[in-house]
């Protein structure tokens, strides 16, 4: 059934309150909820926070209420999470009836995941209310749950639906961004739902679907339900399109100077979005008083250094950037100015494609072409959609404008033919360039098809991996042992139904079910699955052959990070007692992580440029260099240890076979080198993508406090995890602070009303004194003190110089301290290997500890004291020398308040050299 409604606007554009639907549920009755007091209630409950249903939302929640799937392929900005939460109201109504399981809401990306959670929580209440993501899992046992298509996925092959009486069912999912279900990479996420909860309610959402009749015919064959499809809704806000070939920057001020403001300028690299922001600052888009409104919106905001300035510069000038590669506080802080009207243009990426929370007046493409990891090529028509769709602000706008600028070479050359004008003989002069040879071009009429165009059709992405095969073993097997029906669901039957019953050609399922048998033998050879006769009245031989797990799968091995059973194991393989002890710990964990790959391309050219330099010293030919640099690529420690052992765990934990151990060293790097966040960014020139930096210290720092063992624990493995915590929060506090927050959401009232309302997008948590964790500052100061050490190694007195001059302690006087020990002992004199890295070297005493025999230090009275002063830490690192006297050390002192007011360790050096 297909129905079509239009909008008008609501006349109410009031601030939504955060109200809790709980009160507005029909009372538990024991039997299924009246589909009109659902109705009602939750109209009730839209209109007490002034939104009245929409005419297409109404239709759509009829539908629900009376048990159809729904299909909505409405218009970007029609409302459709209110429809999904009328969805989720009715399923918790009925599961408090006793007559439903749980209902699931899914979306592609974690980040909004976890946005959808906290709305959910505001409207339900964070007991009603769980999360599941792979690597946050909140009160999983909810009745609303909020994940990742994959994570349902992965829950559909090893549960099932479930029966009606099971409360523990999938009795509902909502599908955000359903698009998706064409993804070739995730693609499968979406569609195995479909196939494998056939009892289930679905609510497929998406403003760019296409023609849905194949999906629509397909869903209502398998479960017996009606399908509604509601589309056709008229946008809140209607498009006008444009084709543009004018120059860029004459458009985007005319568009300011006619108030048709905010501008997102959509490009396809972050590189372009920064370069556009920076050929802007010539432009005057905002007035003196805009300025100075800009300014007192931004306060006391931190920016970091590397782009946080080029940030600050942008958006005092009016102009925002955003792109995913942004620190998240970065992008909240653009998005909470463009909400308040406050820039008048942001450059970004296409990124707003996918939910992301910046109000936009007009878009302007500056591009039809966009490079898709394979090749350059045509957006298509839904990715052209997607984007446009962000255009007009319900509220705000009474249109949206969607402007595509032409290739550069059709401006540049409308521009010459402008200026020769009707003059025969200038007309004659110009050369008429090009499109660059090579590129995909575009012209008006690639604008007007995709203009005109409805988004594509969807088409399967299935897939076959051995997550798939073995849940669906898991499940096969469960079902028979838990209520006595021996033989009732049988694996090979499960996995046909899965190998033929998906939306793909008969030659792509061929190509599965050859997939299938490649995974069963290597089951089979690792001892995981055995062939067994399950009796079969039917057949002659009163049985037939099938398959049976043997072994006990992790409750959570498809649902959490894969690998992490691996790190705990390989933990069994370092030394607790060695050196490198708490870095091997860091290593462990770092190979079971994704790849960061902008860090680890950084520093592979880094290492490769640092080799050519070496080989050119040496003499060796091109040739040979090229073929040296094969080998050079980014710093991969333990790999000679853990690769073997990942290839034995393999073969008695078959459910890792599709993930990829990788060892790396991000984290490590930063110990081993001592640097900060900042010296991190700026010597792998990681400017433009600190925030794909800071989430994977985020991630790591989360598994390190999950996954190590508590044997591994030591002082030193406590102090780097506290150390990396503190490391990740100084520079955006909000990665953990949502972490946490996740673990323990605000809600103290009986009904679920959220005690105040969640933290103001952008807002940023009060900074903790960087003194305000001991074990954390004590590895900055192991780390700032090491930093010395290493350049006394190389000699660099100057950057000695730079760092402790102030103090007295400039190139010469390290000179002057150190050349005694390297004429003495050669210019291996000092180590930084393990040895020099060892607790035993480094002396930490706090205010009021007894200093060593001999040492003294000057108190704020100008006395010689023997014990540490308030206020301060005294420090004494020991030199390795070549020769192992370990008599020469660096003494310094640690200033705490100064350390807390610069964010950072600030110490003085008080001595270098022999000590008593």
Same mark, same amino acid.
């Given at each position: ?17 955060? @109200? ?123 009745? !609303? ?16 639906? @479930? ?194 929370? =910046?109000? !936009? ?107 798939? =095969? ?48 490649? %995974? ?68 462990? !964990? ?6 960061? *790959?902008? %860090? ?55 459910? =890792? ?172 004199? %000092?180590? !930084? ?10 002396? %930490? ?13 000057? @108190? ?42 610069? @964010?950072?360790? =600030? ?6 050299? *022999?000590?008593?």
């Amino acid at each position: 059934m297909t129905t079509t409604a239009t909008t008008t606007t609501p006349a109410s554009t009031t601030p939504r309150p955060a @109200g809790t639907l709980l009160p507005y549920l029909p009372a538990p009755t024991g039997k299924a909820p009246d589909p009109d007091a659902l109705f009602e209630g939750f109209g009730e409950w839209a209109s007490s926070t002034g939104r009245d249903l929409y005419p297409h939302q109404q239709e759509a929640l009829l539908e629900l209420v009376t048990g159809s799937h729904v299909i909505l392929a409405t218009p970007t900005g029609s409302g459709k999470s209110m429809v999904a939460m009328g969805a989720q109201f009715a399923a918790l109504a009925a599961r408090r009836s006793g007559m439903g399981g749980r209902t699931y809401y899914t979306a592609p990306l974690k980040a909004l995941v976890s946005e959808k959670f906290f709305d959910l929580v505001a409207a339900f209440g964070s007991r009603n209310v769980g999360m599941m993501t792979g690597d946050s899992a909140v009160n999983p046992d909810a009745p !609303i749950i909020c994940c990742t298509a994959e994570i349902l996925a992965n829950l559909a092959l090893r549960r099932g639906g @479930g029966t009606p009486d099971d409360e523990d069912r999938i009795a509902q999912v909502v599908m955000d961004e359903f698009h998706f279900y064409g993804d070739p990479q995730r693609g499968w996420a979406w569609q195995v739902p479909l196939l494998e909860l056939p009892d289930t309610q679905f609510l497929l959402m998406s403003a760019t679907l296409g023609d849905t009749t194949r999906l629509r015919e397909d869903l209502e064959e398998r479960s017996g339900r009606p399908v509604a499809e509601v589309t056709g809704a008229e946008r809140p806000v209607p498009l006008t399109f444009s084709y543009v070939v004018e120059p860029l920057g004459e458009v985007i001020e005319e568009l300011v100077t006619t108030h048709r403001a905010p501008v997102y300028v959509v490009h396809f690299t972050q590189k372009d979005a920064v370069e556009r922001a920076q050929a802007l600052l010539s432009t005057n888009l905002a007035s003196k008083d805009e300025k100075a409104a800009i300014a007192a919106e931004i306060g006391a905001f931190r920016f970091g250094t590397g782009f946080g300035k080029t940030l600050s510069k942008f958006l005092r000038a009016g102009i925002g950037v955003h792109h995913a590669g942004m620190l998240p506080k970065y992008r909240r802080l653009v998005e909470r100015l463009t909400q308040r009207g406050l820039l008048k243009v942001v450059c970004g990426t296409d990124t707003l494609g996918v939910g992301i929370n =910046v109000p !936009i007046r007009t878009v302007l493409m500056t591009s039809l072409v966009k490079f898709d990891g394979e090749r350059m090529r045509h957006l298509t028509a839904r990715e052209f959609h997607q984007i446009a769709g962000r255009a007009g602000r319900a509220g705000f706008d009474t249109v949206g404008e969607v402007l595509v600028m032409a290739p550069e070479h059709v401006i540049e050359n409308r521009k010459a033919l402008a200026k020769a004008g009707d003059d025969p003989k200038k007309l004659k002069k110009i050369v008429r360039k090009k499109a660059p040879a090579g590129a995909v071009n575009w012209t008006d009429s690639t604008f007007e098809r995709l203009r005109d165009a409805a988004p594509e059709p969807l088409t399967s992405q299935f897939r076959v991996n051995h997550a798939m =095969v073995l849940n669906v073993l898991a499940r096969t097997r469960e079902t028979r042992a838990g209520d006595g029906a021996v033989g009732t669901v049988d694996p090979i039957d499960a996995m046909r139904h899965l190998l033929t019953a998906n939306h793909d050609s008969e030659a792509q399922q061929a190509g599965h079910v050859r997939q299938a048998f490649r %995974i069963y033998r290597s089951l089979r050879t690792a001892g995981v699955v055995e062939k067994v006769r399950v009796p079969d009245p039917s057949r002659p031989a009163g049985y037939r052959p099938s398959v049976r797990l043997v072994v006990d799968l992790p409750r959570d091995f498809a649902l959490n990070a894969p690998l992490s059973p691996f790190a705990l194991a390989a933990m069994d393989l370092l030394d607790v007692e060695s050196p490198t002890h708490a870095l091997d710990v860091v290593s462990v !964990i770092e190979a079971t992580l994704d790849d960061p *790959r902008q %860090i680890l391309y950084a520093q592979q050219n880094k290492a490769r440029g640092e080799a050519v330099a070496a080989m050119k010293a040496e003499g060796l030919e091109y040739e040979e260099r090229m073929e040296a640099l094969e080998d050079v690529t980014w710093p991969r420690p333990l790999a000679d240890l853990l690769e073997p052992a990942f290839a034995m765990y393999k073969r008695s934990n078959p459910w =890792v076979a599709d993930a990829e151990l990788s060892p790396k060293s991000v984290v490590r790097d930063m110990l081993e080198q001592a640097m900060t966040f900042a010296e991190l960014v700026s010597v792998y020139g990681l400017e433009r993508t600190e925030g794909v930096v800071l989430r994977y210290l985020a991630d790591a720092y989360r598994a390190l406090r999950q996954v190590v063992p508590e044997e591994h624990r030591t002082e030193e493995v406590h102090e780097v995890v506290e150390w990396l915590g503190e490391l990740v929060r100084g520079v955006d506090s909000s990665l953990l602070d949502e972490w946490e927050r996740l673990q323990n959401p605000v809600d103290d009232d009986a009904d679920g009303v959220v005690d105040g309302e969640l933290a103001e997008a952008g807002a940023e948590a009060p900074a903790r004194p960087v003194t305000g964790n001991p074990r954390a500052f004590r590895r900055l100061v192991r780390n700032a003190m090491f930093r010395r050490v290493e350049l006394a190694a190389r000699e660099d007195y100057d950057a000695l110089g730079a760092l402790d001059g102030a103090s007295g302690w400039d190139g010469d006087a390290w000179a002057e301290a150190l050349d005694e020990l390297f004429e003495a002992q050669g210019d291996d004199a %000092i180590g !930084i290997g393990p040895a020099a890295r060892s607790s035993g070297l480094l002396t %930490i005493l706090e205010p009021g500890a007894e200093l060593p025999s001999g040492a003294t230090t000057s @108190g704020a009275d100008g006395e010689h004291h023997t014990t540490v002063q308030p206020g301060t830490w005294w420090v004494r690192q020991v030199l390795d020398d070549a020769d192992g006297d370990h008599d020469r050390a660096i003494t310094a002192l640690v200033d705490l308040p100064a350390s807390d007011e610069a @964010g950072t360790v =600030v110490l003085t050096v008080v001595h270098v050299g *022999r000590f008593a």
